[in-house]
């Protein structure tokens, strides 16, 4: 009886964990965010923790990840890689702020 308990306490308390880190998320943006600031078209698409940037007409695909008040964006295009932070700000479900541009989810 006391190894069922004392595996019930362990499957339990490895539940909690398991929960605990799947709602904290990766990033936890998803949708297309957009700007047209300084005349200039630029959009963010978020899917997990992947990323597509497009400026120009021009896409880069990559991936992201948020780190405090910075996110850290990794993009390739023509077999040249880039790692970038810029500053990040949430500033409400439809709102984020890269780099002190405010983007607005479509």
Known sequence: MKRIIALFLIISTLAVIILSIASCGG??????YSTSEYGIEMSYKFSGNKITVTTFGISMSGTYKIDGDNIIIKTSLLG?????SYSFEQISDKVIAIDGIEYTKK
């Open 80 to 84: 040249i890689s880039s790692e970038d």
């Open 27 to 32: 990033g936890g943006l998803s949708g297309t």
